[in-house]
């Protein structure tokens, strides 16, 4: 009988290890929350053709990423079934407009949700796009953001993960839970932080304040 619990306390241990190491180095104070709305990105082609020849983006606020900032100027996005008004646009301007809606935005508007990281469009949904002075009809670019973190190759190391690699991430707060599926996104740019979008952090209960654990 003693030999019997001496092993049953073994394999308790043992599994009680092998879950501790789930969780990555790093504690969940160190990776803040950034929270995201609909918005647009827009390339100066198309910038032009909704507000004018040489048209230049008003900052109207800096955000956490650096050299990113929300602006003054908002537009219309129309799809096949409805529109929706006043989505922000962020600048800078990027080399193709891509438009990141929330999920329940895609059925307002009539188009199939594609959940894609940033700046990967092939195969997306088009959209249309109405400013003040003309439209745009983009081919693809229409996507619903992925969770990912974004973070230097020295958080990375130091949260014992990798650039592209696929994580989950756990909440603590009262309606907490875990996400899987978030990416990471590793580079000299960046500025440590998770990203959500405000339909995620809703059913969660998450705010600016929440931060997160990465777990494997």
């Known amino acids: 009988m003693d030999n019997l619990e001496a092993v049953l306390k073994l394999l308790l241990e043992t599994a009680k290890s092998k879950g501790e190491n789930t969780v990555c180095?790093?504690?969940?104070a160190e990776i803040p929350v950034g929270i995201s709305n609909r918005h647009v990105h827009l390339s100066q082609k198309d910038l032009e053709c909704?507000?004018?020849?040489?048209?230049?983006?008003?900052?109207?606020?800096?955000?956490?990423?650096?050299?990113?900032?929300?602006?003054?100027?908002?537009?219309?996005v129309c799809g096949p079934k409805g529109a929706i008004e006043k989505v922000r646009i962020l600048g800078p301007v990027r080399s193709k407009t891509q438009v990141e809606v929330l999920a329940g935005d895609c059925i307002k508007l009539g188009a199939v949700p594609h959940v894609?990281?940033?700046?990967?469009?092939?195969?997306?949904?088009?959209?249309?796009?109405v400013g003040p002075k003309g439209s745009v009809?983009?081919?693809?670019?229409?996507?619903?953001?992925?969770?990912?973190?974004?973070?230097?190759?020295?958080?990375?190391?130091?949260?014992?993960?990798?650039?592209?690699?696929?994580?989950?991430?756990?909440?603590?707060?009262?309606?907490?839970?875990?996400?899987?599926?978030?990416?990471?996104r590793?580079?000299?740019?960046?500025?440590?932080?998770?990203?959500?979008?405000?339909?995620?952090?809703?059913?969660m209960g998450i705010n600016s304040k929440s931060k997160i654990t990465i777990v494997k």
Do not use: W
């Open 186 to 203: 590793a580079n000299d740019a960046s500025k440590l932080e998770c990203h959500l979008d405000i339909e995620e952090a809703n059913a």
């Open 25 to 28: 180095k790093g504690s969940s």
């Open 137 to 184: 009809q983009i081919e693809e670019g229409l996507v619903v953001a992925q969770r990912h973190i974004h973070m230097t190759p020295e958080d990375a190391k130091n949260l014992g993960v990798c650039d592209g690699e696929v994580v989950s991430i756990k909440f603590d707060d009262l309606r907490g839970g875990i996400y899987s599926n978030v990416a990471i």
């Open 116 to 129: 894609r990281l940033s700046g990967d469009l092939s195969r997306t949904p088009g959209i249309t796009l």
């Open 50 to 76: 909704l507000f004018g020849k040489d048209y230049q983006l008003a900052k109207l606020k800096d955000l956490s990423q650096p050299g990113q900032y929300a602006c003054k100027e908002v537009v219309t």
